[in-house]
């Protein structure tokens, strides 16, 4: 019974190349968030989508594109990879009203 | 401008000692401070979190310290084991605001049996 899911769990890839990750929550939350961990471990938002509503970008380079097609999903697309993208994604979600996010396990990015 | 200055960056402990992680933030703002426990190649899992109106929270072997006037505030671990081997991150967010967690770097805390 996994809460919050993610696919794939591992991408390696080209550079130049898009790629797509998925998230999926099944604990009825409503607001739901991308972060990238770096190769330090360091933690950053990314993105953050309220009943399918961007309400963060994080300064984010516009090769990322965030989508909620519903409350319960948000897909992140990577168009034109490079080196520098090379990290673990992880997707969490929350009640609006809530205080704590749940994070998925995380989809490893390589670029080569 | 890191917002959460976490340290030490590493901790290694013996088993059934004390570990103990600090904190400290900027924004004024901000209104809840979790705390994250992440095993290797898994994600971070909450442990345990505050709001500023306590100054102590207590749920285990794990309790938070806060000071508001200071701005800092610290998780002990108490009777540390080597289960409890992971890598830990402060965060804090501001509740009704943007609530995007704002991390510390994380501190990597080894148990030695």
């Known amino acids: 019974d996994t809460a919050v899911s993610q696919t794939p769990k591992y991408l390696v890839t080209q550079m130049g190349n898009d790629k797509s990750i998925k998230c999926e929550q099944n604990?009825?939350?409503?607001?739901m968030y991308w972060y990238k961990q770096d190769s330090k471990k360091f933690l950053k938002i990314m993105f953050s989508?309220?009943?399918?509503?961007?309400?963060i970008n994080e300064t984010v380079p516009n090769r990322f594109s965030p989508k909620s097609p519903d409350k319960a999903h948000l897909n992140l697309h990577i168009n034109s990879l490079e080196l520098g993208d090379s990290a673990v994604y992880f997707c969490?979600?929350?009640?609006?009203?809530?205080?704590?996010?749940?994070f998925g396990p995380g989809t490893r990015l390589l670029v080569l | 401008q890191q917002q959460v200055k976490q340290s030490p960056q590493s901790l290694i402990v013996q088993k059934g000692g004390i570990s103990i992680i600090n904190c400290a933030y900027e924004?004024?703002?901000?209104?809840?401070f979790p705390w994250y426990q992440q095993f290797p190649g898994k994600g971070p899992a909450l442990l345990i979190a505050?709001?500023?109106?306590?100054s102590e929270k207590k749920e285990g072997r794990f309790t938070i310290s806060f000071n508001k006037s200071a701005k800092q505030f610290s998780l002990h671990i108490m009777d540390s084991q080597p289960g409890d081997s992971a890598t830990y991150f402060c965060?804090?967010?501001?509740?009704?605001?943007?609530?995007?967690?704002?991390f510390g770097k994380g501190m990597k805390l080894t148990v030695n049996p």
């Open positions: 969490a979600s929350k009640l609006r009203d809530g205080e704590t996010q749940y």
């Open positions: 604990l009825g939350h409503d607001t």
């Open positions: 989508y309220n009943n399918k509503e961007l309400i």
């Open positions: 924004n004024t703002a901000f209104d809840y």
């Open positions: 505050i709001r500023p109106d306590v």
């Open positions: 965060a804090a967010s501001t509740l009704g605001g943007s609530e995007k967690l704002v």
